[in-house]
């Protein structure tokens, strides 16, 4: 158990050291690239600029759950005259009409 905390401590007591330890860079620079790849990689990068000239703007809406919802309930076409007259009207069942 003894050994079991001397080495907890040791590990708590280690972080704070490898902080402090200079960074080094052991990868070179990479080297310069030739007149020709160069030239190549303007040649890729117009290419893709005039790509994404050709892409049309779009002008949908970005509404995520528009296709979920139902559509707007329409407003009923306002009772003809006529039917409304032609139509005797109902009385509830047991009710007296006195």
Do not use: C, H
Not at 46 to 61: F, G, H, N, Q
Not at 72 to 80: E, G, H, L, T
């Amino acid at each position: 158990m003894k050994l079991f905390r001397l080495a907890a401590v040791l590990a708590v007591l280690a972080g704070p050291a490898s902080a402090q330890m200079p960074n080094i860079n052991l990868m070179q620079d990479a080297p310069s690239k030739s007149p020709e790849e160069k030239a190549a990689e303007a040649e890729r990068e117009k290419a893709y600029k005039e790509t994404l000239k050709k892409i049309p703007d779009s002008k949908a809406s970005s509404d995520p759950w528009g296709g979920m919802r139902a559509e707007q309930p329409k407003q009923p076409a306002a009772p003809k005259a006529s039917a409304a007259t032609s139509a005797p009207k109902k009385t509830k069942s047991g009710t007296a009409a006195n």
